[in-house]
């Protein structure tokens, strides 16, 4: 059902886009869908976004369209309402120089499709299609995508000095296809290598995120070890074989636990400069935590309280895909039966506040309340006290005597 939901959005954008084309054509203008969309029709892939090029200025693309929103109309690009999908549509361009290696200082509306698409990154993304299904191939692309190479478009030094995080998306490109990069591309990103400090964090780190989650995750860190990447990105590139088999699936978040798990340290630290989310930040110091312990002494109750499920499980599968798993739990069944086991699942059940505990003992509040609702938690889980309010009222008296 998936999978027929995405063809379904997916033909609805094809359908829109080349709406979209009929109607700049019909209006005096020419129009191509560009870009990744190319690749990944020629592969046989669902592309996700499909976006239009023209030689329509912004000005002239929304006299075309009744509804129509300005997203990026200084670089040149204003999203059409289409009733079955909305479409990007960007008037061709070429860029000034890169000051920061980051960003053009200016942008240039030209009206060559030539002009623009050498402007691109790589080959294999520099490929057009015209509205009745032409490929517009200037630069080798499809010969590129059929043999599994990522090569730059022209000079991949130039191309790197314009934008350095191209280098970064060579390298996910890779693990993303399993391409290998070409020569002299590679060479450009080992020459370029230093700009990457130009980058910030936030885009760099959106690229770990596609690596982590594509199929090739090893290709990308021996890339990054190889090409002296490495010393311009925060963490150590080490055990890079560790991630031979490793699948994190659509999370990234176990990519960055993983990644943090093959630190020296085995912390969570780094993720902070890569300016990931609290939510991931903490996702990821829990699995750490849980691994330690499961792989140090096994899990307590008080473990499987403590720990979120997901959590438990994907700190399992790590310490069973580094063969490191103890001898319980066996498996990842056990894990989701000992969770729903537990006598309570969440502090709120407790039946007994600090309150109780003030008006059984006759003293003041202190860090002894604290200590003790802790203790009773305990007992609860270990399942050597239940939680009822009696039972625990005689165990605290009773714990009091002694």
Not at 159 to 179: H, T, V
């Given at each position: 059902?998936?999978?027929?939901?995405?063809n379904?959005?997916?033909?609805?954008?094809w359908k829109?886009?080349f709406?979209v084309?009929a109607?700049?054509?019909?209006?005096?203008?020419?129009?191509?869908?560009v870009?990744?969309?190319?690749?990944?029709?020629?592969?046989?892939?669902?592309?996700?976004?499909?976006d239009?090029a023209?030689?329509?200025v912004?000005?002239?693309?929304?006299?075309?369209?009744?509804?129509?929103?300005d997203?990026g109309?200084?670089?040149?690009?204003v999203?059409?309402?289409?009733?079955?999908?909305?479409?990007?549509?960007?008037?061709?361009r070429?860029?000034?120089?890169?000051?920061?290696?980051r960003?053009?200082?200016?942008?240039?509306?030209?009206?060559?499709?030539?002009?623009d698409?050498?402007?691109?990154?790589?080959?294999?993304?520099?490929?057009?299609?015209?509205g009745?299904?032409?490929?517009?191939?200037?630069?080798g692309?499809k010969?590129?995508?059929q043999?599994?190479?990522?090569?730059?478009?022209?000079?991949?030094?130039?191309r790197?000095?314009?934008d350095?995080?191209?280098?970064?998306r060579?390298?996910?490109?890779?693990?993303q296809?399993?391409?290998?990069?070409?020569?002299?591309?590679?060479?450009?990103?080992?020459?370029?290598?230093?700009?990457?400090?130009?980058?910030?964090?936030?885009?760099?780190?959106a690229?770990?995120?596609?690596?982590?989650v594509?199929?090739h995750?090893?290709?990308?860190?021996?890339?990054?070890?190889?090409s002296?990447?490495?010393?311009?990105l925060?963490?150590?590139y080490i055990?890079i074989?560790r991630?031979?088999?490793?699948?994190?699936?659509?999370?990234?978040?176990?990519?960055?636990a993983f990644?943090?798990?093959l630190?020296?340290?085995?912390d969570?630290?780094?993720?902070?400069?890569?300016?990931?989310?609290n939510?991931?930040k903490?996702?990821?110091?829990?699995?750490?935590?849980?691994?330690?312990?499961?792989?140090?002494?096994?899990?307590?109750?008080?473990?499987?309280?403590?720990?979120d499920?997901?959590?438990?499980?994907?700190a399992?599968?790590?310490?069973?895909y580094?063969?490191?798993?103890?001898?319980q739990?066996k498996s990842?069944?056990?894990i989701e039966?000992?969770?729903?086991?537990?006598a309570?699942q969440?502090?709120?059940?407790?039946v007994?506040?600090?309150?109780?505990?003030?008006?059984?003992?006759g003293?003041?509040?202190?860090?002894w309340?604290?200590?003790?609702?802790?203790?009773?938690?305990?007992?609860?889980?270990?399942n050597r006290l239940?939680?009822?309010?009696q039972?625990?009222?005689?165990?605290?008296?009773?714990?009091?005597?002694?």
């Amino acid at each position: 059902m998936k999978r027929w939901h995405e063809n379904m959005i997916e033909q609805k954008a094809w359908k829109a886009a080349f709406d979209v084309i009929a109607s700049l054509e019909e209006n005096g203008y020419e129009a191509f869908i560009v870009g990744g969309a190319v690749r990944d029709s020629l592969r046989g892939h669902t592309a996700n976004d499909v976006d239009v090029a023209t030689n329509a200025v912004p000005v002239e693309v929304k006299s075309v369209f009744s509804r129509t929103a300005d997203v990026g109309i200084s670089h040149g690009t204003v999203l059409v309402i289409h009733p079955l999908s909305p479409v990007e549509v960007t008037t061709y361009r070429t860029e000034g120089t890169y000051q920061d290696h980051r960003r053009p200082d200016e942008v240039y509306f030209v009206s060559s499709l030539a002009e623009d698409l050498k402007r691109r990154d790589f080959t294999i993304n520099a490929m057009a299609m015209s509205g009745n299904q032409e490929i517009i191939d200037l630069f080798g692309g499809k010969e590129d995508l059929q043999n599994g190479v990522i090569r730059a478009v022209g000079e991949p030094i130039e191309r790197f000095k314009e934008d350095a995080l191209r280098m970064l998306r060579a390298i996910r490109f890779s693990a993303q296809l399993g391409f290998q990069i070409e020569d002299s591309t590679f060479e450009g990103i080992s020459k370029q290598a230093q700009d990457l400090h130009f980058i910030a964090k936030e885009r760099i780190k959106a690229e770990f995120d596609k690596i982590f989650v594509s199929e090739h995750p090893e290709k990308a860190m021996r890339n990054i070890q190889q090409s002296g990447l490495n010393q311009f990105l925060p963490g150590e590139y080490i055990e890079i074989g560790r991630w031979g088999s490793f699948e994190a699936g659509l999370e990234s978040w176990k990519g960055w636990a993983f990644f943090c798990l093959l630190q020296p340290q085995q912390d969570e630290k780094i993720m902070h400069i890569f300016k990931c989310s609290n939510n991931e930040k903490k996702i990821v110091k829990d699995i750490i935590e849980a691994y330690q312990s499961l792989i140090s002494q096994g899990w307590t109750m008080r473990n499987y309280f403590e720990f979120d499920l997901e959590v438990l499980k994907t700190a399992y599968e790590f310490a069973d895909y580094l063969e490191k798993v103890p001898t319980q739990p066996k498996s990842v069944e056990e894990i989701e039966q000992n969770k729903a086991n537990l006598a309570i699942q969440k502090k709120t059940d407790l039946v007994i506040s600090g309150h109780d505990l003030i008006k059984w003992s006759g003293k003041k509040g202190g860090s002894w309340l604290k200590e003790t609702l802790e203790k009773i938690l305990t007992e609860i889980l270990e399942n050597r006290l239940s939680n009822d309010q009696q039972h625990i009222k005689e165990w605290f008296l009773s714990e009091r005597t002694h």
